[in-house]
């Protein structure tokens, strides 16, 4: 049911694991079938230098996971900021259709690691 | 390891017997004549049926006119209560449990929706049904008790028995789903005081798309479709004569071998169950003992179903999930969340079921494949505690 490429990213995901100096951590949870992710971002100036992911999820969550982050390695906040879920899955080449919402979390995750990088700098500012 | 194709879905369907399809051919091709025909031909085929009505009622320790052929589980579920609930003059009180098949599950919704009461019986932490609960549930106004033989997802065998002779004692119609029981374990619709049984031929190597449905004398259903005489108006139209003579050769041959089949599949079971349980945080779901020969459904902490069958089917192995990403409902398994089971654990269930072509190279196989899997899926899950 899953093409080739979906398949291949389940078998050999980039950036899977933990990141323990992460700057920023976002989470995301997809309350319809309860997959979890959580995604760590590096970055340096505006821009995310590396990246990592977990997810509790099914072979569509984890794919999308996988895939994310590479769209995503390199590009600045702003730009990462605007891939969409549908972008996602468009890049795995298409999910069947009862699985396109395992494939949210991972723009959500990334949206969550952005907004709570953007917070604690703005905090840092306003201390100094 | 090289890669094999190992079969352990069992539970949701099993390969064709060759003798069976050589039971059947003669009556795809040659032998094609209608069962209500009354030239030579026809008789052939009515023939055929009522030796097939004659080995099924045998093996189900019934008489062959209690036998009705119907085209599966489902339908057999569906004709025996609402068959019985529309036969009902003044009672509309009727008893399940909660970890019924949908074919059962469903049909009692849909009286429910109707207006008939349901109680839906809760179960223990080993998917039992408790006879006391039955007891308890009963009211004056109770027609039908309907309560599986074994469940298809973890396999716990339910005491059928006891709740047939409190049924029978209170004059009460009691119906069970066999679909899972029927050539696995030993079954006697008159010992066990059963009114109405369903069974599936697909379970026990038999055809696709044919069943029977036990009904004892005397009792009496309301048909859901009018037409021919067939299966005594019960179920009409033309019979599918070759999927029944499969069906009663499938099930002969079936409780003929069923005392060797149940040790040696029994045996893999358990070294399938220990291996699986060296794993660390793994959980055995169902009953330790009360349990179908060839049933094995554990669950594994961190990971999700779907996502672990994906990989066991690209190492080649066929197995089956309660968890919400594998099915259509997005829901996880109904039966693991009637028995208590946390909801992380329900979605990170694994069913694999054992059957006649089972050996103890595919055990070796599974045990081989799974461990590694299960390391790199939650060396990659959000939920897995650090790693030090
Ligand atoms: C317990 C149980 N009841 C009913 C059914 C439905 O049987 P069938 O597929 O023959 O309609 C199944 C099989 O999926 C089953 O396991
Ligand atoms: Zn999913």
Redesign the interface.
């Known amino acids: 049911m899953y093409n080739e490429k979906v398949i291949e990213h389940f078998t050999n995901p980039r950036n899977a694991g933990e990141m323990p100096d992460a700057d920023v951590v976002g989470e995301a949870g997809n309350f319809k079938c309860g997959d979890i992710m959580k995604i760590y971002l590096k970055i340096d100036g505006d821009r995310i230098a590396d990246i990592k992911f977990q997810t509790f999820g099914c072979g569509a969550a984890i794919a999308s996971s996988s895939v994310l982050t590479e769209l995503v390695k390199g590009k600045t906040l702003e730009e990462a900021q605007r891939i969409t879920n549908k972008d996602v899955a468009e890049e795995l080449g298409g999910l069947p259709p009862l699985k396109m919402h395992c494939s949210n979390l991972a723009a959500d995750a990334l949206k969550d690691a952005i907004k709570r990088y953007l917070e604690k700098k703005k905090e840092e500012e306003a201390q100094s | 390891m090289t890669k094999r194709f190992v079969y352990m879905d069992h539970a949701a369907t099993t390969p064709l017997r060759e003798e069976v399809l050589e039971a059947m051919l003669p009556y795809l091709q040659d032998k094609y004549g209608n069962p209500s025909s009354l030239h030579s031909a026809g008789r052939e085929a009515r023939a055929a049926i009522n030796e097939a009505r004659e080995k099924t009622a045998l093996a189900l320790g019934a008489e062959p006119n209690e036998i009705f052929f119907t085209s599966g589980g489902t339908e057999s579920n569906n004709i025996a209560i609402k068959g019985a609930a529309r036969r009902q003059k003044h009672k509309r009180h009727l008893i399940t449990s909660s970890i019924e098949h949908h074919a059962v599950l469903d049909v009692c919704k849909e009286l429910a929706a109707e207006g008939f009461q349901v109680t839906f019986l809760p179960v223990d932490r080993y998917g039992m049904v408790s006879v006391e609960e039955v007891k308890r549930a009963l009211t004056p106004d109770t027609f039908l008790i309907s309560v599986m033989t074994a469940n298809n997802e973890v396999g716990t065998i339910e005491p059928v028995a006891e709740i047939g002779a409190l049924a029978r004692e209170h004059g009460i119609l009691f119906h069970t789903d066999a679909v899972q029981a029927v050539g696995q374990i030993p079954m006697n619709v008159r010992e066990m005081n059963i009114d109405l049984l369903s069974l599936s031929a697909h379970k026990f190597n038999g055809p696709k798309g044919v069943g029977a449905l036990y009904v004892r004398k005397g009792v009496y259903l309301a048909p859901l479709y009018q037409g021919g005489g067939q299966e005594r108006k019960l179920r009409p139209g033309t019979e599918n004569v070759a999927g029944i003579v499969g069906l009663a050769r499938a099930l002969e041959l079936a409780v003929e071998e069923m005392p060797e089949k149940s040790r040696r599949l029994q045996e893999l079971r358990e070294r399938l169950i220990d291996g699986l349980l060296k794993i660390d945080e793994v959980v055995l779901n169902g009953h330790p003992t009360s349990r179908l020969p060839g049933n094995v459904n554990v669950s594994f902490n961190?990971?999700?179903g779907?996502?672990l069958l994906?990989?066991l089917d690209?190492e080649g192995i066929a197995a089956s999930s309660g968890?919400?990403?594998?099915s259509?409902s997005?829901e996880?398994s109904h039966v693991l969340l009637a028995m208590g089971v946390e909801?992380?654990l329900a979605?990170g269930s694994l069913r694999l079921t054992l059957g006649r072509g089972s050996s103890d190279a595919d055990v070796d196989y599974l045990l081989a494949v799974i461990g590694p899997l299960v390391e790199r899926l939650r060396?990659?899950?959000?939920?897995?505690p650090?790693?030090h």
Do not use: F, K, N, V
Not at chain 2, 379 to 384: I, K, P
């Open positions: 961190y990971i999700e779907e996502a994906l990989g690209l968890s919400a990403c594998s259509s997005l996880p909801d992380q979605r060396r990659m899950s959000a939920l897995y650090r790693q």
